[in-house]
Structures are given as structure tokens and as C-alpha cells.
């Protein structure tokens, strides 16, 4: 398998280089933690100014307010950017890696293209398996220390050593570097890593799907300065890009890889879980000040638009497409519809979704639903998911929600239009009937066409006890899955 997939990539290397030419733009691809699009100032966040080196960076090139993510948690949206694939064709689903691989991810197909290529942060969680074959990680300092994931003057350092790597070997770059915030912890009092603006929990916006509680609110004052911190780092990286003298030569695309670590955001496909503020940036390409609000691109399509913007070969396999059109302003057809899934969280808890989103409507399928088994997720442990715990007995209107985050519908629908908040489930409608058909057609098509393990499931969605067989199935491979890893580590420390 090892010379099979060295093979692969020696032909993937020898196509690429044939493939390019002469123009062959530095690409940085900048990445925030757990991050919800509506909490950037220029996506629409109520908090006006919060973002504003990020709010730079969008008024220099082109905004998708459209854009998605495939997966509401981060190891398996991260390998779909950079594979390709969704997360039932890479292999991954969840929290472990994947080895051996027959296919390539990023790191491959750009250092075939006669690229520099460099990871910072979030390593482990961008490949199948580790250690993965980058020209440098990034995380590791001049000195031999490890960048502390909050500190944003790290990731000047981190951005600098990486260009001025590339421009030493006389390569053009290709740079991942990955914020941590705002994932948790959160910035609090006292941090040793400051944020440049700290938000009081009376000004802060509360998101429709929580609760307007003086607790949650607390925990988002949190968050926002977290945000704000985000965008700190994000000003370092890209003051390090401007004092390379590489930025007029350098394509810069920002993301964040999901929604915010709250309740029914992280861990879920709602809207605001894999809507992602997507921003690209590339001089002389991308009109300044631009905003793309008719076109439906995912995750699944970066892989083929870097190669693109790269002028580098496509290779088979790859299941998204470049929107390379797009981000020079031009129009593009069939972007009217995403698919979503999710299989597991960190702890190997099957809670397998399905959902298919166009301009107006999300269909989601939830074979695991059956009126008794919660949703494990890693918005459980907030202070947030507690609150509206504790109020749940005395507050009905909390306790429907807290009802719909621990136990879910087989099947749910909303109008994103009217509703982005996925607070009205209109699967029993009958004015939408005719929707619910062709949203269920499309995504049976989906999963038939890319061979996904959950269409044995969803052909019986009326079938509860079909249903419960399939969870079993894959709870099981998950469970041995992971005492084979448990097993693998004891005889390491032997």
C-alpha cells in the first residue's frame, strides 16, 4: 500500500508540474477556531468594529456570504478543505486518523506544484493520519518552543519564518496558518494572552437559537472577546505578509472551519453551525469591496479552486469544483445546493446526520433520533447548555428547545430565509410538501452517487427498527475502533 501510494503521488507531482506555467501566486490560507460568521463586523455582526483587521482584509477583496462548511465539528471539516472528499469518502469521520491513504490532500498536490508548503496550528487535525510530509510545521518557533495557540505575536513569527522559508528555497508558498480562538478556553480576566477589546455582557448580541439569560450572556461576552482576539492574530498574520513585501503576489483566503462552541451551533449542520464568513483576497483578481450573495459554495470546493488559482492539475477523485469564477466576479451554474454530514464527536458518540441546503431551505435526516438517545455533543459541558438547563423546569418555551437539542427529529425543515435561527420545523407541513420531496430527492441522489454508508438508513427513515440496526452498526465500529487505539497506546508504553 506504501508503494502504491508513493506511486499516486509521484504521477499527481509529474501532472501538476506539467500542468502549470509561469504564474504561480503565493497562496495563505487563514483559518479561525469555532467561529460564527454573523460574528464578523462585515458579515453582519452587531457588534460594529469587533473584526476590524478581518473587515480589512474583506474590503481589500471578495465576500460569499453563501459559503459553508460540510461538518459542524473541526478534525472532519478541516480534512474535507484540504482533501476534497467528504467525510464518509476520506475515511474521516471523526476524531482518529486514517492510514494508509490512496489519495492526496493539499500538502501533496501543492508540493508537486513546486510549492513551500507550511501548517501552523491544528496540525493533527488538517490530514488523515500524523505525522504528515509539510515542508515545516509552523507551530514550532525559531528558538525550538511551541506557539502558544492564544498568543497573537506567535503567529507574526509563525507567518514570517514560513515566507521567508519559501523565498529562501525560491519557491512560491503555500501557507496554512490556523488561529485557535475563539474556540475554548475562552479569553477571561487575567489571561496571560490579552484581546485588544474586552465586551461587557450587557452590549453583547444574543444569537435567537439561545436564550436572553444574564448567565449565557456572561459566557458570550467571553466568546466576543475571543472573537476579537481572533481577529488580532489575524492582524499579525497579515502584517507579516505585508512586511515580506509578498502581498501583491499572494492570494489570501479566511474561513472559519464552523459555527460558534454554543448550542446548536458547533456540533450540528443547522445554518449558523457550517456558515463560514469566507473571504478571498488576491490582487488584481478579486474586485475590492465585493460580495458574492447569489452563489452556494462549501469546503467541499477548496481543494480544486486552490489548484485552480495555483494553474495546477485537478486530479481525479476530487468531489467538489473550483469557483475560481466566482472570486474574479464572473457567474458560475448549478450553485444552488450544498450537502452537510456529520457521524461522531471527540468521544467516538455516533449522532449521524445528513442535510442538504439551497438559497431558501435546509433539510436535515437524523437516523440516530428515537425519542430516547441524546445527542452527545461538545456544547454540553458550556455554561450556556447548563443555564438553559437549570431553567428548563420552570420555562417551557426553554424546555422545547432543550427537548430539540438532546433528542432531535428523524427528519427536520426550515426556511432559512425567514427563519436562519432553524427555530421552526416545518417537516409536518403540508404547505411545504412538495419542497420536502425534492430536498429528499436531491440528497438520496447525493448519497447513492458518493456511495454514503447512511443511505441504508435514510431509504428507511420509517423504519425505525432499520434505523436502530444502522446505528448499531456504526456505534460498534466506533467503539472498536477506538479500543484498538486504546490497545495500540498500552503496547507504545510497554
Not at 60 to 74: D, E, L, P, T
Not at 215 to 235: F, Q, W
Request: proline share 6%.
Amino acid at each position: 500500500m506504501k508503494l502504491k501510494r508513493t506511486l499516486i503521488l509521484l504521477m499527481i507531482c509529474l501532472g501538476s508540474c506539467l500542468a502549470q506555467d509561469n504564474s504561480k501566486p503565493n497562496i495563505l490560507l487563514i483559518t479561525v477556531d469555532d467561529m460564527s460568521c454573523d460574528s464578523v463586523s462585515s458579515f453582519g455582526c452587531k457588534l460594529k468594529g469587533i473584526t476590524p483587521r478581518i473587515d480589512e482584509l474583506a474590503s481589500s477583496g471578495i465576500r460569499f456570504r453563501k459559503a459553508h462548511v460540510q461538518v459542524g465539528n473541526c478534525y472532519p471539516s478541516r480534512n474535507v478543505l484540504l482533501s476534497g472528499r467528504y467525510p464518509h469518502n476520506s475515511g474521516v469521520e471523526g476524531f482518529y486518523q486514517v492510514k494508509p491513504i490512496n489519495y492526496p490532500v493539499i500538502c501533496d498536490l501543492m508540493k508537486g506544484g513546486g510549492y513551500f508548503t507550511a501548517i501552523r496550528g491544528k496540525v493533527s487535525h488538517s490530514t488523515p493520519y500524523q505525522p504528515y510530509d509539510w515542508d515545516a510545521d509552523l507551530t514550532v518557533l525559531p528558538d525550538g518552543s511551541k506557539a502558544h495557540t492564544k498568543n497573537p505575536k506567535s503567529y507574526y513569527i509563525s507567518t514570517k519564518v514560513g515566507i521567508n522559508s519559501a523565498i529562501k528555497l525560491q519557491k512560491p508558498f503555500f501557507l496554512n496558518i490556523n488561529v485557535s480562538d475563539p474556540h475554548k478556553p475562552f479569553w477571561k480576566p487575567g489571561d496571560s494572552h490579552p484581546t485588544s477589546r474586552i465586551y461587557k455582557a450587557s452590549e453583547v448580541p444574543v444569537p435567537k437559537f439561545l436564550h436572553d439569560d444574564p448567565a449565557i450572556r456572561k459566557e458570550l461576552a467571553l466568546y466576543y472577546s475571543s472573537v476579537r482576539r481572533a481577529d488580532d492574530c489575524v492582524g499579525e498574520i497579515l502584517k507579516a505578509l505585508e512586511d515580506s513585501g509578498k502581498k501583491e503576489s499572494t492570494a489570501v483566503i479566511f474561513l472559519s472551519d464552523h459555527g460558534m462552541p454554543l448550542p446548536f451551533a458547533k456540533t450540528q449542520l443547522y445554518h449558523h453551525s457550517t456558515n463560514t464568513p469566507l473571504i478571498i483576497s488576491w490582487p488584481r483578481i478579486t474586485e475590492p469591496g465585493s460580495v458574492n450573495d447569489k452563489h452556494l459554495v462549501s469546503a467541499i470546493d477548496f481543494l480544486p479552486t486552490i489548484l485552480d488559482i495555483a494553474n495546477l492539475k485537478i486530479p481525479t477523485g476530487i468531489q467538489g469544483r473550483t469557483f475560481v469564477n466566482l472570486i474574479k466576479g464572473k457567474d458560475q451554474q448549478n450553485r444552488n445546493m450544498i450537502f452537510k454530514e456529520y457521524n461522531e464527536n471527540s468521544g467516538g458518540v455516533r449522532n449521524p446526520m445528513r442535510g442538504v441546503q439551497t438559497h431558501n431551505y435546509l433539510y436535515l435526516f437524523n437516523p440516530w433520533s428515537n425519542g430516547e438517545r441524546k445527542m452527545a455533543t461538545a456544547t454540553n459541558g458550556t455554561a450556556t447548555w447548563k443555564r438553559m438547563l437549570a431553567l428548563a423546569p420552570k420555562n417551557p418555551k426553554i424546555n422545547a428547545r432543550v427537548q430539540v437539542m438532546k433528542h432531535r427529529t428523524v427528519e427536520e425543515l426550515y426556511d432559512i430565509q425567514k427563519d436562519p435561527d432553524c427555530l421552526v420545523n416545518l417537516i409536518n407541513s403540508k404547505e411545504h410538501t412538495n419542497q420536502i420531496k425534492e430536498l429528499q430527492k436531491s440528497l438520496h441522489e447525493w448519497m447513492l452517487s458518493t456511495k454514503d454508508h447512511a443511505i441504508t438508513a435514510f431509504e428507511s427513515r420509517d423504519n425505525p427498527e432499520k434505523m436502530e440496526s444502522y446505528i448499531k452498526t456504526v456505534q460498534t465500529e466506533s467503539d472498536l475502533r477506538r479500543k484498538n487505539k486504546r490497545k495500540k497506546k498500552r503496547k507504545s508504553k510497554a
